[in-house]
């Protein structure tokens, strides 16, 4: 069975090793035997599993990355007292145990990093160089970034630090290297600016061949619907509490749409199923099918040996194969926040997102949102009790989240929109949307315009929430919301015509958005008397919904009054 988890993979290899097999046999037969007992009586001490032997190399695994270094120090020390010339690569990252093996890209790395070691070194990658930088027994100096065969991205290596280990700068290969670098840097005139030139050309095309290449799966502005992350620990704190999270950082950019809820709340519905109940994970994989959906995003955070591990899953609907998978590992629950914005930084690029696009659309989460997980818990739940029009409850859990922390911009909007709807007390509702407004500036850009243009409208200033709106779907123009709230802002200043041309491209976006179709009846019917006109939406509206509210069927009624049918007003 398959295990995908978070392992530090160490390579060692006997250097040379090949060469003294054809010259003394048996010297090379006792080096192999020392070699192998070196690494057996360290492996228990620093909790590390041997995989395999591969003739003079070894590939063995641990849970951290911290293990798996320290170990490599006192292998390499007992090497060097036993004259085994040995090189040593780790990596940090995802990788799937089958049975008694192990597979994946973090693997492959770890073997070529091992390569390219020098002797008696010890080679980390910038994964494993994070895991290890504040620990006060281990130390390591930055040595070059380089691209790997089948890696997308350029990695960082770091050489481990030791008096008994040889340095980067030390050893022949890198003293070669600063000789090359002295001699270029006294080349003169044309030929030095021309070098300067091509290499700037050459980083800026292979940034955008690597970075900007997109996948065969997922293309810009397409769909994905994003599936509630599944916690798989026993702490009630992170049920549901990084959804928004999540949610807020894939949708910086305009580059994918998530299905809103609104629309998984209406399929459902046409479904015959219950609004009410979590969604499973194949309830959504028909939702995408019904609703032309490209992918399912789907995560979950487990606690394994002390860590957290966030994995996010990027899943084709119809065939249920995984397009991508990733993990990030969190050491404590502080961390988990941080942990999530990493996480959310990879599916961008898994859905094919470009380095441009990410970089320009960044916000750190934690600051953009909240730096508190119980804080995002009790606003969760407040969502939650607010989705079931429960608002007592939920003002009680917007409450227990201001207590943590007063500046979450999205709590104070809700609990503004709370006290102005539900209780009609417009000077508490003004003193949230005070607040939220003077840290707009924390937050997303899309959140930034669309919080901008919900606090306008919930104060009846329509003129600033179209302006708001029609700044935000200049950038993200597939937002059925947005159009559908630009549509309602028309129709409350009476511009029917340019109502109706919003809520059409809201039915361009959902084209079984039933109250789009009921606004753009009910403006053919009060506000331009076009009865047939109206008589057509009404049709459409309830061939999609027939169990729609008595009031609406009443409005069909009158309708037809007007249109002298009687019998069909009964």
Known sequence: MQQHRLAAIMFTDIAGYTSLMGSDEKRAFEMLQKNRDVHTSLLEKYNGVLIKEMGDGMLISFDLGSDAVRCAIEIQIACKEKNIPLRIGIHEGEVVFEESDVFGDG?????????????????????????????????????????????????KIYNVLCEELPDAVG??????????????????????????????????VSAFTVF???????????????????????EHNLSGSLDHLIKSGIQQSGYVNILPQSRIQQTLKRMGRSTKDSLDFETAKEIAIRDGVHVIVKGSIEKVSGNYLLTAQIINPETEIDLYRTTVKASDSTKILRATDKLVRRIRR??????????????????????????????????IYWGKQQYKEAITQYNKAFELDSNFVWNRVMMGMYYIFYEGNNPEAEIHYQSAERNLGSVTNKEKLWLTSLIASNRGDDDKSILALKEYLLEFPDDHDAWYNLGNSYKDLNEYMKAIEAYKEALRIDPNDDWSLINTASIYN??????????????????????????????????LVKMDSIEGAK
């Not at 070098?195 to 800026?204: D, W």
């Not at 900007?212 to 798989?232: P, Q, T, V």
């Not at 320009?360 to 995002?376: C, D, I, M, R, Y």
Request: hydrophobic content about 40%; charged content about 25%; proline content about 1%.
């Open 107 to 155: 693997v492959n790395l770890a073997s070529r990093l091992q390569a390219a070691a020098e002797v008696g070194s010890i080679s980390i990658t910038g994964s494993v160089y994070r895991d290890v930088k504040n620990k006060g027994d281990i130390h390591t100096q930055f040595v070059e970034e380089k691209y790997f065969k089948n890696v997308d991205e350029q990695v």
């Open 526 to 559: 009060a506000g331009l008397c076009q009865f047939d006109k109206s008589y057509e939406f009404y049709n459409k509206a309830f061939d999609i919904w027939p169990e729609n509210k008595i009031s609406q069927n009443h409005m069909f009624g009158f309708l």
């Open 171 to 204: 050893s022949a290969a890198y003293s070669e290297k600063k000789t090359a670098t002295v001699r270029s840097t006294q080349k003169r005139g044309v030929i030095r600016y021309s070098l300067i030139v091509l290499v700037f050309i050459l980083v800026l």
């Open 212 to 234: 900007d290449s997109g996948n065969d799966y997922f293309k810009e502005r397409g769909w994905a619907l994003l599936m509630s992350f599944e916690n798989k620990t026993n």
């Open 350 to 383: 898994g859905l094919g997102e470009s380095m441009i696009s990410r970089i320009q659309n960044n916000k750190f989460l934690p600051a953009a949102t909240t730096n508190s997980l119980e804080a995002l818990k009790h606003f969760t739940d407040g969502n």
